[in-house]
């Protein structure tokens, strides 16, 4: 019914950026909440939430990546942005987007299939 397909990871160097993208497709009605999480290594499946973003544009942080991270989201694409910058080794792990969305017959949480993002020191 839908789908959430994350781009933009690799590696990057300490203090280096780097830009996620997340598209939602599919018998889409109406998207609440989008965001990204973070699975860091040795935390096993645990994802933290990073950023989140709501459809009137309110944004919400994280306290280690607060001035670093900029969420966005274009309504007309189904798309949500994570522009990293000033990155750290700790920002390494796998990202995750996440939207909370309407369909014609249920309204719930959908995740992406995550993409790597790895920090050299």
């Known amino acids: 019914q839908v789908q959430l397909v994350e781009s933009g990871g690799g590696l990057v160097q300490t203090g280096g950026s780097l830009r996620l993208s997340c598209q939602a497709s599919?018998?889409?009605?109406?998207?609440?909440?989008m965001g990204w999480h973070r699975r860091a290594p040795g935390h096993g499946q645990q994802r933290d939430l990073v950023?989140?973003?709501?459809?009137?544009?309110?944004?919400h942080y994280v306290d280690s990546v607060k001035g670093r991270f900029t969420i966005s989201r274009d309504n007309a694409q189904n798309t949500v942005y994570l522009q990293m910058d000033s990155v750290k080794p700790e920002d390494t792990g796998v990202y995750y987007c996440?939207?909370?969305?309407?369909?014609?017959?249920?309204?719930?949480?959908?995740w992406g299939q995550g993409t790597q993002v790895t920090v050299s020191s």
């Open positions: 950023a989140d973003i709501l459809s009137d544009g309110s944004t």
């Open positions: 599919g018998s889409i009605i109406t998207i609440n909440s």
């Open positions: 996440n939207a909370d969305i309407r369909t014609w017959n249920i309204q719930r949480d959908w």
